[in-house]
């Protein structure tokens, strides 16, 4: 199940509005808040097979989601392209695995990812992360009985998403998403 409302809920934006593009600091801040926001958080359909989400009114023209995570759900291998991001567990807990490198944007589908760039970090209620551009990373619940719900901010708007698959120090390029696609 996939909720998408016409119009975007309302979370507030900084008192005073950024007069250029919002920083890694300020996405944090906007999912910091939006995470604190108990009735935006209930307002959140959860399914019990797939992933729901609602996008939020993000600060300075950036993207942002509310996302529910059903028990053992994932992302994948992932990066954000051009865009910078944050995001914060609002209930539940997830599991973000990430490579401390940057990968090559352009001009390859396989890599060999040299040991010691696995990064692991565990985000419960409240904690959450800022990260730059071409972050590469997976987001996983692995709770077996417990959804997670979480809010995500990026900005500019997703221009494309890259997709992944990882077998141990083995990364291929297996799909580039546009907006278009996820319409």
Do not use: H
């Given at each position: 199940m996939s909720v998408s409302p016409a119009a975007p809920a309302?979370?507030?934006a900084p008192t005073a509005a950024p007069v250029s593009a919002p920083t890694q600091a300020e996405l944090l801040e906007f999912v910091r808040?939006?995470?604190?926001?108990?009735?935006?958080?209930?307002s959140l359909p959860l399914d019990p097979e797939g992933r729901?989400?609602?996008r939020l009114d993000g600060p300075g023209g950036s993207e942002a989601w509310l996302i529910g995570w059903p028990p053992g759900t994932g992302t994948g291998w992932h990066d954000h392209a051009d865009s910078v991001g944050a995001f914060m567990t609002a209930s539940g807990e997830l599991k973000e695995n990430a490579l401390a490198v940057r990968l090559p944007t352009d001009g390859w589908t396989t890599l060999?990812?040299?040991e010691g760039v696995d990064r692991e970090r565990r985000?419960?209620?409240g904690q959450g992360r800022a990260?730059?551009?071409h972050h590469v990373h997976e987001v996983l619940n692995?709770?077996?009985d417990r959804h997670a719900v979480s809010v995500h901010a990026y900005y500019p708007p997703l221009p494309r998403i890259r997709r992944y698959s990882r077998a141990g120090r083995i990364m291929r390029?297996?799909?580039?998403?546009?907006p278009e696609d996820w319409q």
């Open positions: 309302s979370v507030s808040r939006a995470a604190a926001d108990a009735d935006l958080i209930a729901t989400w609602v060999e990812l040299t985000l419960t209620a990260f730059g551009r692995e709770s077996t390029l297996e799909q580039v998403e546009r």
